[in-house]
């Protein structure tokens, strides 16, 4: 556990509520580690990994649950994510 939560320690964590619109990263909160950890397995937790699809694919480091995404295509899909739920974005 601790090992695949090393990218997460390393990258950006970033919680907004799927409704909200970010206009700036300085207005998106963010979760500590052990926040996280915490949280991992909650129903009320969307968890997406938004690294490059080629970073994500050579990664034997990959947090359970979680879900990747284009980062490219956030417009696209952050609108089918559910707004009941805590949504947290990450990147190692």
Do not use: H
């Not at 950006?12 to 207005?27: E, G, P, Y």
């Amino acid at each position: 556990m601790k090992k695949v939560l090393l990218p997460v320690m390393l990258g950006i964590l970033i919680v907004f509520m799927a409704c909200t619109n970010v206009r700036s990263v300085k207005n998106v909160p963010r979760v500590s580690k052990d926040y996280l950890k915490a949280q991992l397995g909650s129903p009320a937790l969307v968890l997406i990994d938004v690294r490059a699809k080629n970073d994500w694919e050579k990664s034997n480091e990959k947090i359970t649950g979680a879900v990747r995404m284009d980062p490219e295509t956030v417009d696209t899909w952050s609108e089918t994510l559910p707004k009941d739920k805590e949504i947290v974005l990450y990147c190692a």
